[in-house]
């Protein structure tokens, strides 16, 4: 009988000496790629993007994305200038444009094939009204921003372009 509750804690030890071997050699190889901030300059700078956009300024638009800049919109690839110009037509098409629910962060990659590599994340709802159908329109996107010295050179935005496809056919 003791050969029995012996042969149970020693199973027992095994197994939890594994389980603290395991979670050590988790924590030892584990890779930490970068920090994430969600109240730093370039995150605060994102979403004061999507209130100069929301009120037809542009002005930190001009300043902080370069005229040459990669940006991919969807599948479409343009560059800054014509990606600032394009969010300038949006208000010619729209009106009552906000962005609301916006949320950012930032990831300051510290290893891996990203490293020094600085990205903003940021996700909001666009929402507006046709200028011409009268319809309002609600849309989810998302938006990446690429930094270097203080200034983005690649974006990728996501978005439906359904409602802007309806309103420039609209307009036609």
Do not use: P, R
């Not at 804690?9 to 924590?27: C, N, V």
């Not at 037509?89 to 510290?110: K, L």
Request: with cysteine; charged share 25%; proline share 0%.
């Amino acid at each position: 009988m003791f050969g029995i509750i012996n042969l149970k804690l020693f199973k027992m030890k095994k197994l939890f000496i594994l389980s603290l071997l395991s979670i050590a050699l988790t924590k030892l190889y584990a890779q930490q790629t970068g920090t994430i901030k969600d109240n730093d300059k370039l995150t605060k700078i994102a979403l004061d993007f999507h209130e100069d956009y929301a009120t037809n300024k542009h002005e930190l638009w001009d300043e902080m994305l370069n005229d040459d800049a990669e940006v991919h919109v969807n599948n479409s690839k343009m560059t800054g200038k014509e990606v600032k110009e394009a969010f300038k037509s949006h208000h010619m098409i729209f009106n009552n444009i906000e962005i609301i629910d916006a949320y950012a962060h930032t990831n300051y990659f510290s290893g891996g094939e990203n490293k020094g590599d600085t990205w903003t994340n940021s996700w909001f709802t666009w929402t507006g009204t046709g200028n011409v159908t009268g319809i309002g329109y609600s849309n989810k996107a998302h938006f990446d921003f690429q930094w270097e010295n203080g200034k983005v050179i690649k974006m990728l935005c996501f978005f439906d372009s359904k409602a802007l496809n309806m309103e420039i056919a609209a307009n036609k």
